[in-house]
């Protein structure tokens, strides 16, 4: 709890940080102004510079790719093939192993900055951006907490790159505050160093609720596993190649319900029937849960092993807590030491994009489905929003370099016009 609260005050520092800077006058920006630094970020701005095309990117962290680089855990490896999240005109080096170590992909990333000569403007979190329709550009308001600073900057292009990860889900449980020992997210979970031999109740099956169990295991902790609804559980490999891979392979022959009843045999076979260990299936197959709600299946990388022999226990969903105790909706009471959120990540874009029809603003993701999410109206863009993970970001990442390219020339005779016309008072 009390890293919730840390949180919480954060948030309400950074507020009043904002309400307290000082604005200079609008900084006009000739090419597209990207928001976020994370792989997607990198991604748009290298596509950008293959063109010829400058970009400015703003970082709220005061690092790149700050997700990866603050907000996992130690053991944290690609889970897809390497091939398969290489970002544009750059693949992982050679003698990275098929599923690189969150180190090796950070290396990766920050050699790819390096190599496309990509600066991001970090400390600097975009609070509001809106279209100016007296001129037609972008406003895109931001503050500096380290310097204190607001600052605005005008631009033609704009394209979103904060992430479908950008804030932790936390859920409100009853009897929150009154559970005595720590509460926290996944973003704050590092290792299981400091949780051997203690109870601790990991809430959330997706793959980093999974993981995490694993990772107590391996630190002589006592995990149990809150499974509120089903999941798809998949092993990571079959025949020697990866889940992921071997399912493109197959849809570029097959019909997805073949796939998936592919999939769910072969995951039988290996596995064996996941629902005796509870952990029930959905009714729809991994591929089209995937395609229509989003919902990632586990690979699994070990965890159900340890179900399997008992060192992982699997809960139902949680009716309370009390100081020591959760009390569970099949009315079971169990004893824990701390309580681990494996509750996911949300989109924060509505809390900072203004009147656009492009962002749902129940979810923060583009309305218009997979593969069109990417480009909405007035020079607005979207990278890494297609739940597809990086291959995802990467093919944005490339449709957006080549559209803003056929009016990048066009725009730049123009710029001299727009910049008078933008950064005059409003
Ligand atoms: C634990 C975990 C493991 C994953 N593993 C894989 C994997 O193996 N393969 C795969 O393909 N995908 C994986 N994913 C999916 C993941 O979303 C992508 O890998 C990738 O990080 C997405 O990149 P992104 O740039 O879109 O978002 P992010 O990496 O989240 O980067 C967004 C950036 O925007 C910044 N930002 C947010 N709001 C603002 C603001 N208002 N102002 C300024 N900056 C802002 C953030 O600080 C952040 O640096 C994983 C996700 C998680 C959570
Ligand atoms: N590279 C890797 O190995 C790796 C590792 C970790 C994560 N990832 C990726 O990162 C992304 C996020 O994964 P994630 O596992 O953090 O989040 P996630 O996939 O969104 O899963 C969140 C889980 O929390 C559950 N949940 C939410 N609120 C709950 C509540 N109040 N009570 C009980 N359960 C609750 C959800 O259940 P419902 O389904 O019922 O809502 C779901 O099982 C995914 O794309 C994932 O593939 C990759």
Redesign the pocket.
């Known amino acids: 709890m009390d890293n919730l609260k840390e949180l919480e005050g954060k948030r309400l520092h950074d507020y009043n940080e904002v309400k307290m800077a000082k604005l200079v006058s609008p900084i006009w920006v000739p090419g597209p102004v990207i ?8 991604a748009a701005a290298a596509c950008l510079k293959e063109k010829g095309i400058p970009s400015l990117i ?4 005061d690092c ?5 680089q603050l ?2 855990y130690d053991r ?5 093939p390497k091939q ?2 290489q970002l544009p005109f750059m693949p992982f080096p050679k003698n990275f192993p098929t599923y690189p170590t969150k180190q090796q992909f950070l290396a990766y990333l920050k050699a790819y900055a390096n190599h496309f000569d990509i600066k991001p403007d970090f400390n ?4 509001s951006a809106e279209f100016d329709n007296r001129c037609g550009y972008w406003r895109v308001k ?1 503050v500096d907490l380290k310097k204190e600073e607001e600052a605005e900057y005008v631009c033609q292009w704009l394209i979103v ?6 804030e932790a889900v936390v859920p409100q449980i009853e009897g929150m505050n009154e559970f005595a020992g720590p509460i926290f997210h ?1 973003i704050s979970y590092k290792s299981g160093d400091m949780f051997g031999g203690k109870n601790v109740l990991v809430v959330g099956c997706g ?2 609720g999974m993981e995490v169990c694993l990772d107590l295991c391996n630190y002589n902790a006592r995990p149990s596993l809150v499974v509120r609804d089903s999941v798809h559980v998949l092993p990571q490999q079959m025949f020697g190649r990866s889940t992921f891979g071997l399912s493109m392979c197959l849809l570029k022959w097959f019909p997805m319900c073949l796939v998936d009843h592919f999939l769910l045999v072969m995951s039988h076979f290996m596995l064996g029937d996941t629902a005796q260990l509870g952990l029930n299936r959905p009714k729809l197959g991994p591929l089209r849960l995937k395609n229509l709600s989003g919902k990632t299946p586990v690979l699994d990388v070990g965890t159900l092993a340890q179900i399997k022999n008992g060192k992982i226990k699997v809960c139902r969903g949680i009716k309370k807590l009390t100081q020591h105790a959760v009390e569970f909706v099949d009315g079971k009471v169990e004893k824990f030491d701390a309580i681990i959120l494996a509750t996911g ?1 949300k989109s ?1 874009v509505p809390s ?1 994009l203004k009147d656009t029809d492009m962002f749902s603003e129940k979810d923060g993701l583009p309305r218009k489905e997979f593969p069109n999410g990417w480009k909405g109206v007035g020079g607005l863009y979207a ?3 297609t739940k597809r ?3 995802g ?1 990467s093919l944005d990442a490339k449709r957006i370099a080549e559209d803003i390219e056929n009016s990048w020339k066009a725009a730049k005779a123009t710029h001299v016009l727009a910049f008078t016309c933008a950064t005059s008072p409003r």
């Open positions: 928001v976020g630094a994370g792989p997607s970020g990198l703003l970082e709220r962290a790149l790719a700050s997700m990866w907000k996992t944290l490896r690609l889970h897809l398969f999240c600097r979190i975009v609070v931001t790159a904060t992430g479908e990860n950008a996944t793959n980093s990540y924060n900072w990278v890494g929003f993970g990086l291959l970001a």
